[in-house]
T-cell receptor
Framework: DAMVIQNPRYQVTQFGKPVTLSCSQT?????MYWYQQKSSQAPKLLFH???????NEADTPDNFQSRRPNTSFCFLDIRSPGLGDAAMYLC??????????????FGPGTRLTVT | KNEVEQSPQNLTAQEGEFITINCSYS?????LHWLQQHPGGGIVSLFM???GKKKHGRLIATINIQEKHSSLHITASHPRDSAVYIC???????????FGKGTRLHILP
């Protein structure tokens, strides 16, 4: 059963039209991450939540926002998508089970196309 | 210098060959991940390691914590194994994940 779900898997939006990507988890993990992966590049961290604490990367554009209304859901909002925002967006979750045990899962990603 | 280095960047092999992809890292980690990404596709998590060795079908992953090195092996490779294989580490200081640039594997029939 999928434990980190991203919807939709493929999203097409128009230049400048706000878009929201969704990530949900059934794991009750306290940390959730959003990554952007452009073609042939390694994924780049945009931000992450540690419980309700939001941690933004210094170079994440203001155009990208995130919400985590509860433990299970995390949203990525792109306020005014530009052509350069076309990418794969990956969600991941993690939790420290014990001092020596750590659990992490990745979602399948949402591929965003901007027209 | 990247904190996670993979080698080789590209690898082409014949069907049936034994494949090894290497990953070295320079930071303290909680865990190391091997991920698979097919062209245009999403990411599939293959292994999460914090020590030792794991095996799943034809895939084997090992990690040497002292040497800060991990390898992913594919036995009896098949054209459907063609994909990008990504090594990623979770840093133990802040839980952030750092990704390697990936190894593009192409298995010829």
């Amino acid at each position: 059963d999928a434990m980190v779900i991203q919807n939709p898997r493929y999203q097409v939006t128009q230049f400048g039209k706000p878009v929201t990507l969704s990530c949900s988890q059934t794991l009750n993990h306290n940390v959730m991450y959003w990554y952007q992966q452009k073609s042939s590049q390694a994924p780049k961290l945009l931000f992450h939540y540690y419980d309700k604490d939001f941690n933004n990367e210094a170079d994440t554009p203001d155009n990208f926002q995130s919400r985590r209304p509860n433990t299970s859901f995390c949203f990525l909002d792109i306020r005014s998508p530009g052509l350069g925002d076309a990418a794969m967006y990956l969600c991941a979750t993690s939790t420290q089970l014990s001092v020596s045990s750590y659990e992490q899962y990745f979602g399948p990603g949402t591929r965003l196309t901007v027209t | 210098k990247n904190e996670v280095e993979q080698s080789p960047q590209n690898l082409t092999a014949q069907e049936g060959e034994f494949i090894t992809i290497n990953c070295s890292y320079s930071v303290g980690i909680s865990a190391l991940h091997w991920l698979q990404q097919h062209p245009g596709g999403g990411i599939v998590s293959l292994f999460m390691l914090s020590s030792g060795k794991k095996k799943h079908g034809r895939l084997i992953a090992t990690i040497n914590i002292q040497e800060k090195h991990s390898s992913l092996h594919i036995t009896a490779s098949h054209p459907r194994d063609s994909a990008v294989y990504i090594c990623a580490v979770t840093m133990n200081r802040d839980d952030k994940i750092i990704f390697g640039k990936g190894t593009r594997l192409h298995i010829l029939p």
